[in-house]
């Protein structure tokens, strides 16, 4: 092999090392993105894909920092370098592969405690003092703005008591108040199944691009190790 051809090899490793950090950039994007799209807290209490979004950041973030060390290993040729990236990356790599199945499966559970915790909520919601857990209130009066929605299955729910938030249109503080007819539970479930099913197939897709670039890299730079051609 010439010394042009060892060149290119070496670049291409260094390469495939770049394409490994920018998908750890987007795992950290994924995490972000999870925590935004779960924001609710107040809500849905037993919902916790946020732990899973937490995972996501650190593991992303970490990955950045060791395909960094995987980079600079490649263009320095230091095997030391290059060996702690391979290995600590392989292992971030079967973290991200175990939240994203989570997130897959998380994705087919939300039936069994989606409806208990918006009930809950809502019930809080109507039974609450003025002042008294605004927290709840608010983040019930945001999913009825944002989904276009009224109570957990209608707006029958309220019993007459209909929150402004629930108003289709402005003037809201006129009587009587035009509302949204339909409940949220339907519509607030769908957007989460979606999301957090995306979510888990960008991460899969995700660790399968990273798994492919170490399967080219790693017998690559175990070529030039054995054949003495550089990375020593």
Known sequence: MNRSCVSCL???????????????????????????????????????PNYASNTLIVVGALACCVCYLGILGGMQENYCMLISFYITLFLLMLVELAMSCIFLVVEREIDR??????????????????????????????????????????????????????????????FPQISWQGGCYTKLRAWFKMNFLSLGAGVVSLFILQFLCLSISVPIFWNFKVTGRGYK
């Open 10 to 48: 070496k670049t291409l490793v260094t390469f495939l090392h770049f394409i490994c950090w920018l998908c750890g950039a987007f795992v950290q994007a994924f995490g972000v993105f999870g925590m935004f799209k779960s924001k609710f807290g107040a809500v849905i209490t037993t919902w916790w």
């Open 113 to 174: 405690y989606f409806e208990t915790d918006m009930v809950r909520a809502f019930n809080t919601y109507k039974q609450s003092s003025y002042g008294g857990n605004q927290t709840v209130k608010d983040d019930f009066d945001a999913i009825q703005s944002i989904f276009k929605c009224c109570g957990v299955y209608g707006i029958g729910d309220w019993e007459g008591n209909v929150p402004i938030s629930c108003c289709v249109e402005d003037p809201c503080n006129i």
